[in-house]
Structure formats: structure tokens, C-alpha cells
């Protein structure tokens, strides 16, 4: 029998599951299906506090509240200095094992509507249908759209997916074991010459390590050699566990995908944020979040789903170059080791385009951009409003932070300095109420798009 959804989810993580329950409470017919063998990185990851404004917001806390507990870990840093660094007691993030977790979601989600399928394996037909696999049974579906939220793994049937961007090559490598009694209850990050260290050692069970290295290191000398230099130098609650193995090795680069099928990526599996972010969780839930206001109105409006797709890809975009400038300043801080490869490569500030323009450089409104009626996003839907359309990359934009666009670049109709164009936009109806600082912002992420220009390079300058 055929069956027809709304939406088919594959990948049932903190992503997929977000997602379905979204979906489920605004009445649409949601399937998810999961291999069932998912590849944790570690048994324990952690969810910042001010993760809890976007699960209140989003309606996904009593999803996960649930099946998560107050983290009581006391966090500490060796980076930068040899000495620990405690953080001082700010409100309490969660804490997440993350097996029991994802499999926690996805029986709440069964309650919520969602139709559940775990294990199966998708399959796309070429028809156009889904067939999915179960130990006793199959089934085919007939979705009108499909997620992909198969984190880190290589997406099914296969999806046809395009490397954008890739920070250095990382492995991760978990080291579970006894801790030391006087290191419980404590979670700590150390940088080493090699690379850096995440240890988890909760009050009572095995404490785990995610010991972070360069991929060529591993490969040359070995997972093993490599894991043991690291422990070595390091000071911290990794250097004393006892009785320690190696659980599992994963690749933990940084990566932006797109796909140029006809599915929408979600998290993970769009984009992976460098772990010494802390937040992969916290972005797959805003992820999901802001995927639910893009099916939703398509669903509504049919015609408008290749731009709403377009947008959800911008927005993970945006985010994964968000994350990657915040990393490389972390990075940045720790200056004992400049001399390794490690911190060599991860040490480089990703300067966006046009981030070296100068305050008095000509500059105008690039002429391929188009005035038009773009998506934007309003509550739990997307609607259109004036804004501007960049035809090179689809990115349709309205507003960057709270300024309009078209204001903003119609200071540039005719050449003009970042110097000048600030000192007009106190004159401009539009702008005037707007601090400097936001129109420098806004101004900044035109330049970084390249939709404002050098002025002695524009068409017909000469
Ligand atoms: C070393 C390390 C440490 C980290 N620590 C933290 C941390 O402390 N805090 C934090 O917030 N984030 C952390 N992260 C990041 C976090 O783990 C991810 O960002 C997050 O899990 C992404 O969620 P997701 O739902 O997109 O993907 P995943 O959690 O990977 O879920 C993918 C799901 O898809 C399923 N799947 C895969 N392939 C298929 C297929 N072909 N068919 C069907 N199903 C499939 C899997 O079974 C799985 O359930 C860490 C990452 C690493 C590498």
C-alpha cells in the first residue's frame, strides 16, 4: 500500500525528532524513520542555558525537558594558561546522555502523532516515492516533502550532496574510563600541544574524553600513538583516568552541504559545527525549529518551496559561518602551542569577504542584485515583504539583524563611503532612529555578501 505524508523525516536525532514534533502539533501527518544506529560521539554531551530560551520559545522544552537533567557538572577550562580556569556558577545548561536521550524523543514523539519507524532504511524509488525497510515489513510512501537528518553520516540513497566548506580535517576520539575520585562531578576543557580535551566526569559511572586531533596526526601515527601524546601532555582529568579505552573514533571537521536534490538538510546533516562550540545540540533544535515555519508554509503554498528551501540552506549557512568566526577566536586565545599544526591551522580568522574595506573606499550597490518581494520569516510561518534578491546564490533578505536591506543599499545608488553612507542615514526616514553601530553591522554583512561593491569595479565605471 502507498501511503501519503506531509513530511518524511530520515535521521531521528535531536534534529529529525524536533522537527517531527513541530510538525505533529501543527497537525501535519509526519513520518520518521531512523537506522537505529547512530554513532554518538561521546555517552555525555552538554546544553548550554541559553538553549532554554530557544526551547521556550520554540515549544520544543517539554519535548526535551523531560529527558534531559539540570547539568550539575562544575565547569572548568586549562586554555590559554597551565592552571585550570573554574567558570563561575552561571545558571545550570542540561545534560545529555545521549543514547537514552534521542531514543527518549522518539517514543515521546509517538505520543505526539508522529508515525515512528526504528530501524528502517529509506530508499528512493524512481518514482519519486520512499520505500522504507523494516525488520518485519515495507512499506512505500509518498511524502510531499522530504528531511534529511542524518547528522554526520553519509546521507541515504544517496542524496545528492555538495561539500560548500570545511574547516581543518578533525578527528575525535573517545576515551571512556575510571576518574580519578577527586575529578567528579566536573567537566573540563584543556588544550593540549596536539589538540584539545573534553572531560566528562559525572558523580558516579565512567568518565569519558573527547580527545580532539588533527586528522593528518592520526593518520601518520596512528589513532592510538596519536591519542597517547595527547594524554600525555595534558594536566587536566583525561591525563588520570584509569583502566581507559578507546570507544570510538569520529570525524568531527566542520562542514557545510547542500544538496541539489529536491530534499531540505537539517542539522548535521546540512551543516556540523566545530564541537569546541558546545552548542551541535542547540543548533539542531533551532534548526528544527526554523525547518517546521518552512514545511508548514509550504505545504500552504506549494509554488514557493524551492526559495523556502533556498532559505532554510542560507540560514544554516549563516549560522555555520557564525559558529566557524566565534571558534576561530576561541582558538585564537590559546597561544602556548602556535608552533604545532594544530593550533596552526585553526588559529587563521576567517575574515569575510569585504571585511577589509576601508572607511573611505568608494563603494556602490552591486548591480546584480534584484528589488523584489522576498520570505521572510513571521512567527510560526514565512510571508513576503520588500526586500532583495541575490540571483548568483538565491538569498532572498529583507533585513540583516533588526535594518532593513533596501534602505540600507540605497545609500550606495550612487558611490559612496561607509563614512559617508553613515553620516546619510541620520538624514533618511528609514534609518535615522538606528544606532550607527547597527547600520555599521548591517553594512558590513552587504559587503561580506559582496552586494556592495568597489566603485572603481563596477560595470561601466570606466
Ligand atoms: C566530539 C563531539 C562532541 C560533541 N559534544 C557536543 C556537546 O557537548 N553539546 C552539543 O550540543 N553538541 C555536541 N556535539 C555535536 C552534536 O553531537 C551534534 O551536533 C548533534 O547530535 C546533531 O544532531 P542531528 O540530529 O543533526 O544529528 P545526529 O545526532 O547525528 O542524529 C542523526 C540521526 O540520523 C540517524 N541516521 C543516520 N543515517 C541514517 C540513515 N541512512 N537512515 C536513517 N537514519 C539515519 C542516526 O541513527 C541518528 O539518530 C559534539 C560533536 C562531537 C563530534
Redesign the pocket.
Known amino acids: 500500500m502507498v501511503e501519503r505524508c506531509e513530511c518524511l523525516i530520515?535521521?531521528?536525532?535531536?534534529?529529525?525528532s524536533a522537527l517531527a514534533f513541530l510538525l505533529a502539533q501543527r497537525g501535519l501527518r509526519v513520518v520518521l524513520?531512523?537506522?537505529?544506529?547512530?554513532h554518538?560521539?561521546?555517552p555525555l554531551?552538554?546544553?548550554l542555558a541559553p538553549a532554554h530560551r530557544l526551547l521556550r520559545r520554540s515549544g520544543l522544552l517539554e519535548l526535551v525537558l523531560p529527558h534531559a537533567a539540570v547539568d550539575p557538572l562544575r565547569h572548568g577550562a586549562i586554555w590559554g594558561r597551565d592552571a585550570i580556569e573554574w567558570r563561575p556558577d552561571a545558571e545550570p545548561g542540561l545534560l545529555l546522555h545521549r543514547g537514552a536521550f534521542?531514543t527518549a524523543l522518539r517514543s515521546a514523539l509517538i505520543a505526539a502523532g508522529v508515525d515512528v519507524r526504528c530501524p528502517?532504511?529509506?530508499e528512493r524509488l524512481a518514482d519519486g516515492g520512499v520505500r522504507l525497510t523494516m525488520p518485519d515489513r515495507r512499506e512505500v510512501l509518498r511524502p510531499r516533502h522530504v528531511v534529511v537528518?542524518?547528522?554526520?553520516?553519509r546521507?541515504?540513497w544517496p542524496c545528492q550532496r555538495e561539500l560548500l566548506q570545511a574547516g581543518p580535517q578533525t578527528t575525535?576520539l573517545t576515551w571512556v574510563g575510571e576518574p580519578d575520585p577527586a575529578d567528579r562531578g566536573t567537566a573540563v576543557v584543556e588544550a593540549v600541544p596536539t589538540g584539545w580535551i573534553?572531560t566528562h566526569a559525572p558523580a558516579a559511572g565512567p568518565a569519558s574524553a573527547?580527545v580532539?586531533l588533527d586528522a593528518d596526526a592520526t593518520c601518520e601515527h596512528g589513532a592510538k600513538t596519536a591519542l597517547q601524546a595527547a594524554l600525555a601532555a595534558a594536566r587536566g582529568p583525561a591525563a588520570r583516568m584509569q583502566q581507559a579505552r578507546l570507544a570510538h573514533a569520529?570525524n568531527?571537521t566542520a562542514r557545510l552541504h547542500r544538496t541539489m536534490g529536491e530534499e531540505l538538510l537539517?542539522?548535521?546533516?546540512a551543516s556540523?559545527?566545530d564541537?569546541l562550540a558546545?552548542?551541535?545540540?542547540?543548533?539542531?533544535l533551532a534548526a528544527a525549529d526554523h525547518a517546521a515555519a518552512v514545511i508548514a508554509t509550504a505545504v500552504a503554498r506549494p509554488a514557493w518551496w524551492p526559495r523556502l528551501r533556498s532559505a532554510h540552506a542560507h540560514w544554516e549557512a549563516g549560522l555555520f559561518f557564525g559558529h566557524a568566526a566565534a571558534t576561530t577566536q576561541w582558538y585564537a586565545r590559546e597561544e602556548r602551542f602556535t608552533e604545532t599544526v594544530f593550533w596552526q591551522r585553526r588559529r587563521t580568522v576567517a575574515v569575510p569577504r569585504g571585511e577589509a574595506v576601508g572607511w573611505d573606499t568608494l563603494l556602490v550597490r552591486s548591480p546584480a542584485l534584484v528589488l523584489q518581494q522576498v520570505l521572510v520569516r513571521q512567527g510560526d510561518v514565512f510571508v513576503e515583504a520588500d526586500g532583495v534578491c541575490d540571483p548568483a546564490t538565491g538569498e532572498e533578505l529583507a533585513q540583516v539583524g533588526y535594518v532593513s536591506v533596501r534602505p540600507l543599499l540605497d545609500l550606495f545608488r550612487a558611490p559612496g563611503s561607509l563614512r559617508t553612507a553613515l553620516a546619510a542615514a541620520g538624514g533618511d526616514a528609514r534609518l535615522h532612529v538606528l544606532s550607527p553601530h547597527a547600520i555599521h553591522t548591517g553594512l558590513r554583512a552587504l559587503l561580506a555578501r559582496g552586494w556592495l561593491i568597489a566603485a572603481a569595479s563596477a560595470p561601466g565605471s570606466r
Request: hydrophobic share 40%; with cysteine.
Open positions: 530520515v535521521g531521528g536525532g535531536p534534529a529529525g524513520a531512523d537506522h537505529g544506529r547512530a554518538h560521539s561521546g554531551e552538554t546544553l534521542d528502517a532504511r529509506a537528518a542524518t547528522g554526520r553520516a546521507p541515504p575525535a573534553w573527547a580532539l569520529t568531527a537539517l542539522g548535521d546533516a556540523c559545527i564541537p558546545s552548542q551541535g545540540v542547540e543548533k539542531a
